[in-house]
């Protein structure tokens, strides 16, 4: 009779590659199989380095958006390590060799990832989640959504990029939220402007601050805290209108409104 075998069980690490000014490339490793995935490779020499040192062997690319600082190393990489590059179909990315649109899945290094079709940063985007991964779901969400913020509207509207983070917002709340920019802080601030009032967002910035000071990244984030402090997520909360309203001196008719006015402020605000 065979004996069961127990073989062990495989924990993905995440770890974020820094690259650019404030670019994190997450690296997903499986610290028994050694095999890797990096998310949104701007840069292949911080990967490439970052593989080498830890001895991981690069399986596959994900890709969010065609933005440079989130493709330019794909040709370095694929060039040294031969795997395939998963991503939008885009008319801006040649190197994508496996597409995925709205609710595709993608099975790697034993994780179940569905595609979210998140226009708005621009009309490509897409966001990778994953519910089972070890310690509860996980969202790679490039530069729709970030801790306390969201991208900028340059390829699509407000009305498109607000039912896309609303997308995001209807995750499971434990979702740990992995961006591609530390723009914590900056956000932050812009956050505090409109609604100076919110405890959650005061908590957080003095958390996000200590953690800066110490020279640590701010994420992952979860979509809980973002649902508490992130304005872009709080179109819909009296506070919020009240603001925008205050700030466009005109009635907002509805919540993409307020989100285009908010949007719009933040563009032009410097801490
Ligand atoms: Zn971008
Ligand atoms: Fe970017």
């Known amino acids: 009779m065979l004996e069961p075998t127990t073989q062990p069980i495989a924990m993905i690490q995440i770890i974020p590659i820094s690259a650019f000014d404030d670019n994190y490339i997450w690296c997903l490793y499986d610290d ?13 020499k ?75 940063h621009t009309l490509d985007h897409i966001a990778l989640y994953c519910e089972q991964a070890d310690g509860g779901p996980i969202l790679f969400c490039g ?26 917002a209807e995750l499971s709340a434990d979702t740990r939220v992995y961006c591609a920019h530390e723009y914590t802080l900056a956000n932050l601030a812009f956050a505090n402007a409109v609604e100076p009032d919110n405890q959650a967002l005061q908590q957080r910035i003095s958390q996000a601050t200590g953690l800066r000071q110490q020279g640590l990244p701010t994420l992952p984030s979860t979509i809980a805290t973002e649902i508490a402090t992130n304005p872009f997520l709080r179109c819909h ?17 509805d919540s993409t409104a307020v989100f285009a006015t908010i949007r719009g402020w933040k563009d032009n605000f410097s801490v």
């Open 143 to 168: 530069d729709t959504l970030f801790a306390g913020g969201c991208g900028r509207l340059f390829e699509g509207n407000p009305a498109m990029m607000l039912s896309s983070l609303t997308k995001l």
């Open 237 to 253: 909360q009296t506070a919020v209108i009240d603001r925008a309203k205050q700030h466009r001196q005109d009635d907002c008719a």
């Open 46 to 120: 911080p990967v490439i380095a970052a593989l080498d040192a830890m001895q991981l062997d690069l399986v596959a690319i994900l890709i969010t958006h065609h933005h440079f600082d989130h493709t330019g190393g794909i040709d370095e990489l694929v060039a040294q390590y031969k795997v395939p590059v998963y991503g939008p179909r885009s008319d801006h990315i040649d190197q994508i060799t496996h597409h995925l649109a709205e609710s595709d899945t993608l099975s790697i290094m034993g994780l179940d990832f569905i595609t979210l079709e998140v226009p708005g």
């Open 32 to 44: 028994i199989s050694q095999q890797a995935v990096v998310v949104d490779p701007g840069d292949a």
